[in-house]
């Protein structure tokens, strides 16, 4: 039998782990003894999550990726803690600080990067250390010294305005402290978005309480003892409690250079992510390849990839060729996508852009011979899965470019999944496509937890869990395990859903998706509504649900695709307006009390508009006059007597219905109850005809 190898891996972060993880699936536990270094002493943990633990809304258990445990029942051994502190190349081992030795066949160096703080006057403290309440953000150590620091503190300033640096002043506002960004170019986020964008995203900032500094070139940190403030090349001095540095990163290369490996900006590897040295390979932010060093964690999970197939001799053809670039900021309720070229740098560029400023919208697509070269979407990032996959496939654009920005007539909605082609790319983080994930349900995975751990997918960012949610719960339609699935609609809705333990019951409800069949039989369903429950969210995405009542009619339909319910002044639910002004989508539930049979739900963009408007929008639908019994706009009051003050027109873009005899009235749900049924007769009733079968 061969012996086995020693392999041993300097840094236990995305990519060191994930490169293990790599190996270990095929079948690398046979061919190699595993030993890891890592500085950090816990295992390993989601890093991208960093400002959710800053920001207190996720705890440091709930970002880990692989406990300890997970090293002993892999049987490698986690030098936990232990920072490695030189590679000899000709004794081929690795010195660890506390006196470790770990002998290899094979290296791989994933030692990450670290925040970059430039050389300013009044880094030093007093004791010729680092001056208390500077700080660096990128590991939990870090985040635990901040929020320490922070507590009782005024003002915090970051220094950055990229990515980083909005995640972390929203993170250090959230506990509590007034956070200025600094930033030296002339809008935010310049790497990710062209001026118009930054404009945009900063005036997004300052609506959620940030300050931002723009053109600010940093040159000292003041305060003898500690922080006391920043001074700057122009302009007035601004004080401040501490300094957190988010202005780039520097890769460790420090062992590399030591041991005599080509380094430029980072370690520099080939395709096969080999050092000069054949032995020596590195992965991840400390990587150099093609004077390209990358700072996400796809291509640190591409690299990862190719490098298990050589060193398991899988796929002696496995080559990395770079990483295209795609980025998605996190801070809660703005929804932001970049890819690639954010400018045209050809003259046959194309250029297809739409901007709504005070709606805090941007979308700009970059289009050369047919094909997406890059993308900025602010504000409205629903398109964003369809373009990474035809940025990332290069396939060729459809003549109609605003279908890329845009939902283009009601039928067009985010369903449809079965249209998606299979190399649609689902997770850009771990490189997972519509193909893998219909793979895994065809082999019997029937959760998107299973097939989350399986494929990796929505394990890094988190941005594409709901859609894969989305299309677990689709591929195995009535055979899903009674997992969570998270649903359509807007966040809101789903942070309801989850507050009050009702997703299953959603689930079910959102099985039978009728939206092809808003019939008259489902229009009159509506119009002769005494009550149904609207759910809002604000910019934050904070929900909010209550109901209305009214006569029967109070509920207008003006087609199959329009609805318009009022909001009445003097009941105390006037809540709807506010979060529309918002943020314009709108759940709306109609359930039939009286034959405790039947509930709609619908999904939709809302509108606010006057009675005078909405009588003219009736009036010019004289065919819908029988389903609204003929009524124009009355004056309706509602149940307990407010009149109307506004109504909300609602454009349906998804219609589900649910069709249990199992509604239960108003009542706590208890945990027996079933929502939702497959009984074709009760499905079909005859409410729907046999549209809705
Ligand atoms: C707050 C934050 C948010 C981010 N958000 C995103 C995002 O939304 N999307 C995205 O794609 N990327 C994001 N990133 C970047 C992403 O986290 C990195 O690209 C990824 O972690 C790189 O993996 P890595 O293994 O190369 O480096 P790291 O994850 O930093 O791991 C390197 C590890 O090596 C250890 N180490 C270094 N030197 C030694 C030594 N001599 N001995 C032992 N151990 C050593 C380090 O302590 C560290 O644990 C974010 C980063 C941060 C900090």
Redesign the pocket.
């Known amino acids: 039998m061969k012996r086995k190898q020693n392999l041993v891996v ?7 782990a994930r490169t293990v993880e790599e190996i270990l699936a095929r079948g690398g536990s046979e061919l190699f003894r595993i030993s890891i ?4 002493p816990c295992g390993n943990y989601n ?2 999550l ?2 959710s633990i800053l920001e207190g809304t996720r705890s440091e258990e709930e970002v880990m990726l692989n406990r300890p445990a997970w090293y002993a029942d892999n049987g490698i051994r986690l030098n936990a803690g ?4 030189r590679i000899q190349r000709h004794a081929k081992c690795v010195l660890g600080a506390d006196g470790t030795v770990e002998p290899y066949d094979k290296l791989i160096i ?4 670290r925040p970059y703080i430039p050389p300013l006057h009044g880094l030093q403290g007093e004791d010729g250390g680092g001056k208390p309440g500077i700080f660096g ?3 939990l150590d870090d985040c635990r010294r901040i929020a320490e620091y922070a507590r009782g503190r005024r003002r915090a300033a970051v220094i950055g305005g990229g ?2 640096g909005l ?2 002043a929203y993170a250090l506002q959230a506990l509590g402290i007034e956070a200025h960004v600094i930033h030296r170019s002339k809008h935010l986020m310049n790497h990710q978005l062209d001026s118009p964008a930054g404009a945009i995203l900063q005036s997004l900032m300052q609506k959620l309480g940030m300050h931002v500094h723009l053109e600010k070139q940093t040159t000292a940190v003041l305060g003898e003892e500690r922080v006391s403030g920043l001074a700057f090349a122009d302009g007035p001095e601004l004080p401040c409690d501490l300094v957190v540095f988010a202005s780039g990163t520097t890769p ?1 290369t420090e ?1 590399a250079v030591r041991c005599g490996l080509p380094v430029a900006r980072g370690i520099v590897v080939d395709s096969q992510l080999r050092t000069a040295d054949p032995n020596v390979h590195a ?4 990587v150099q390849y093609r004077a390209q060093v ?5 291509p ?1 999970w591409e690299q990862a990839k190719v490098l298990a197939e050589h060193l398991t001799e899988r796929d002696s053809k496995a080559a990395y060729h770079g990483s295209k670039i795609a ?2 900021l ?1 801070v809660a309720g703005v929804q932001l996508a970049s890819m690639g070229e954010i400018d045209p740098s050809e003259e046959r560029d194309e250029v297809v852009q739409f901007a709504e400023p005070h709606k805090g919208t941007y979308k700009k697509l970059v289009i050369r011979s047919g094909r997406l070269i890059g993308a900025i979407l602010l504000g409205d990032a629903d398109r964003a899965a369809g373009l990474l996959s035809a940025f990332d496939s290069g396939a060729r654009l459809p003549e109609e470019r605003a279908t890329l920005l845009f939902h283009m007539g009601a039928r067009e909605t985010r369903g449809g999944l079965d249209q998606v082609p299979p190399e649609t790319q689902i997770c850009s ?1 771990a490189g997972i496509r519509m193909g893998a994930v219909l793979g895994c349900i065809q082999s019997g995975l029937r959760s998107a937890e299973a097939v989350m751990e399986t494929t990796r997918a929505g394990k ?2 988190g941005s594409c869990e709901p859609a894969l949610r989305e299309i677990v719960a689709w591929a195995c339609r009535g055979s899903a395990a009674q997992d969570t699935f998270a649903l359509p609609g807007s966040d809101g809705e789903h942070r309801l859903q989850e507050k009050y333990g009702t997703t299953v019951q959603a689930l079910a409800f959102y099985k039978h998706r009728v939206f092809h069949c808003l019939n008259p039989t489902m229009q009159a369903f509506i119009a002769r509504q005494e009550m149904l429950f609207v759910a809002t969210a604000d910019r934050q995405g904070h929900a909010h649900s209550s109901f209305r009542a009214g006569h029967a009619g109070f509920v207008k339909v003006l087609d199959e695709r329009t609805i318009a319910y009022p909001e009445y002044r003097g009941n105390g639910v006037m809540s709807s307006l506010g979060n529309l002004a918002e943020n314009p989508h709108v759940g709306l539930t109609f359930l039939d009390f009286q034959t405790d049979r039947i509930g709609l739900h619908v999904n939709g963009e809302a509108r606010i508009v006057e009675k005078d408007e909405l009588e003219r929008l009736l009036k010019c639908r004289p065919a819908e006059a029988a389903v609204l019994g003929g009524a124009a706009v009355q004056k309706p009051t509602s149940a307990d007597g407010g009149s109307v003050e506004r109504w909300v027109l609602v454009s349906v873009a998804d219609a589900f219905i649910h069709c249990a005899k199992h509604i239960p009235r108003m009542q706590k749900v208890e945990q027996e109850v079933t929502w939702g049924t497959d009984d074709a007769a009760a499905k079909n009733g005859n409410y729907f005809g046999s549209a809705c079968s």
């Open positions: 300097i840094g236990n972060g995305m990519a060191g270094f890592g500085d950090e890093r991208i960093l400002s232990v920072r490695a502190l994933a030692t990450g990067s953000f990128r590991s990515l980083l995640e972390c460790n062992l992965v991840g932010e400390c990358y700072g996400l964690v796809a640190a980025t998605r996190k983080c890094a960012c």
